[in-house]
């Protein structure tokens, strides 16, 4: 593997038979305890936090007490954080982050936290950041919040929750999108001992002062494991170990152990808190329609997986995917297309509907993107071909080149 001016060629290799990788903490269980340790004065003593960049942007801006918190690409980060400067009584800050995150949109989850009292300003756009964001004391204990953009505003929204002096119940309305995260949020705040009551689709959050001092242990990234699911299938692997993992996962994308095997023929194993993956010999493929909607992280190594075996699919429920950290849905349909696959797109399909002839050693292009590089990598067991700008990894999986170059040959 070489790096040159920030391209990477990746020789056309195979997948070693047997290989074992631990994969760090998960990055989205590990941004919530971060904002729950600094809202609880660190009662938490959190095992196998993450190492993702997004993690470590999150944990030196809850450390700063400058008044200017730079959060780059971390889209988790900033709503988050967007929230928890809200009730930081008397505290000015100015919340920014790189060109794409002024171009994500936070005016569902700035609406709800103004209609509680926060008192927050848009420096340039309306409805993005940069966020001028005074502290304040949020006395309301009510509000109905959109939840068919992003996720991320009801978890913000429920981790200051049990700090308003009145609790806070959260009404959803609309469709639901990526609900696996939002439960994962829930779920982690009862486990530590905030009382929430869900009441169809209302969450009534009780007030919670003080936290007892406690143990959590992150599960390892479900997302980051997915780029191993995908050499499973395309290689023929024969024993993967990854870990350490849960049977019973907080992380939507542990539904990976479903999708991989039943469309792609990779078993997925558990001893103790490793699973083992394995290729299922002469696995009957079929072209699949799958919807995305609970699990938006691995839509890009889904459709790299299918486009490798040869296999149409028709993936929906990707609306999400185009405010993320490029248009994904683009990214993925500009991309694809050097490899001679074609795909038709709609603001939340793609379908792949033929295979055409490869270009010579493609050049992938990664958007800022850290998911593009991770799911286009799995295809140097098919051919050569390079990655331009592969350090954007780091912004989930700092060690992904490493644990991908001791795993193939
Ligand atoms: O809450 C979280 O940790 C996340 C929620 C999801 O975002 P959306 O809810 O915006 O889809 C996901 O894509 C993101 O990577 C992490
Ligand atoms: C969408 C992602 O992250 P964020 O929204 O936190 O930037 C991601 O990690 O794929």
């Not at 450390?63 to 971390?74: F, P, Q, R």
């Not at 982050?97 to 309306?126: F, N, T």
């Amino acid at each position: 593997m070489q790096n040159t001016d920030s391209i990477l060629k990746l020789n056309k290799r195979t997948v070693k038979e047997k290989a074992r990788i631990n994969i760090a903490g998960s990055k989205s269980e590990s941004n919530r305890l971060l904002i729950l340790n600094a809202l609880y004065l660190h009662t938490i003593q959190i095992d196998n936090l993450s190492d993702a960049e997004d993690t470590q942007l999150l944990e030196k801006a809850l450390k700063s007490s400058e008044i200017l918190i730079h959060i780059h690409h971390a889209g988790t980060a900033m709503r988050f954080l967007t929230a928890y400067y809200s009730i930081q009584e008397g505290r000015e800050t100015i919340l920014t982050g790189s060109e794409r995150m002024k171009q994500r949109p936070i005016g569902i989850l700035v609406k709800s936290l103004r209609e509680l009292g926060a008192d927050i300003h848009y420096l340039e756009e309306e409805g993005f950041p940069p966020l001028k964001i005074i502290g304040k004391k949020l006395t309301k204990d009510r509000i109905a919040i959109a939840a068919n953009t992003s996720s991320q505003y009801i978890s913000a929204l429920l981790l200051i929750a049990p700090k308003l002096p009145n609790g806070l119940t959260i009404e959803l309305t609309g469709t639901i999108t990526s609900l696996p995260y939002l439960m994962m949020t829930v779920e982690m705040m009862r486990t530590l001992g905030i009382q929430i009551d869900q009441i169809g689709n209302q969450f009534i959050v009780h007030p919670f002062l003080k936290m007892q001092s406690q143990k959590f242990v992150v599960e390892s990234d479900w997302s980051s494991a997915s780029y191993f699911y995908s050499l499973a299938a395309i290689g023929e692997i024969h024993q993967l170990a990854l870990t350490a993992f849960k049977e019973n996962s907080l992380q939507g994308d542990s539904n990976l152990i479903e999708i991989y095997r039943t469309i792609f023929g990779v078993e997925t194993k558990f001893h103790e808190n490793e699973i083992q993956l394995t290729k299922i010999p002469d696995f009957p493929l079929q072209d699949f329609e799958l919807n995305l909607n609970a699990t938006p992280d691995i839509a890009q190594t889904i459709v790299v997986t299918a486009a490798a075996l040869g296999l149409k699919c028709k993936l929906t429920g990707l609306k999400t995917l185009k405010i993320k950290e490029t248009d994904r849905i683009q990214a993925l349909q500009n991309e694809l297309e050097k490899f001679g696959v074609q795909t038709k797109t709609t603001d939340s399909t793609l379908e792949i509907t033929s295979f055409e002839k490869i270009a010579e050693n493609p050049r992938v292009k990664t958007y800022h993107d850290h998911r593009m590089a991770m799911s286009f990598a799995p295809l140097a067991l098919l051919q050569d071909l390079e990655i331009e700008e592969p350090e954007v990894v780091e912004k989930s999986y700092p060690n992904f080149w490493a644990d991908f170059d001791s795993i193939t040959l």
